[in-house]
């Protein structure tokens, strides 16, 4: 596996990026919060084709 790129979200938590057929991982970070890291996101296919792929990241506040 291997992490793509870093993003900043938009204002809705929203971001996007190209990558090419390969398997990677998304983490989450967020100051006072524990960073998320999501299991393998497999993408498969010619990096001609186009997929959208949506993750659901629920970030746990953490005690002070």
């Known amino acids: 596996t291997k992490s793509a790129c870093t993003q900043i979200t938009d204002s809705k938590g929203r971001f996007a990026f190209l990558v090419g057929p390969s398997t990677y991982y998304m983490t989450s970070e967020?100051?006072?919060?524990?960073?998320?890291?999501?299991?393998?996101?497999?993408?498969?296919?010619?990096?001609?084709?186009?997929?959208?792929?949506?993750?659901?990241?629920?970030?746990?506040?953490?005690a002070k």
Request: no cysteine; charged share 35%; glycine share 6%.
């Open 30 to 62: 967020k100051v006072g919060y524990a960073i998320n890291k999501t299991a393998d996101i497999a993408v498969e296919g010619s990096s001609a084709e186009a997929e959208v792929l949506k993750e659901k990241v629920a970030l746990e506040k953490m």
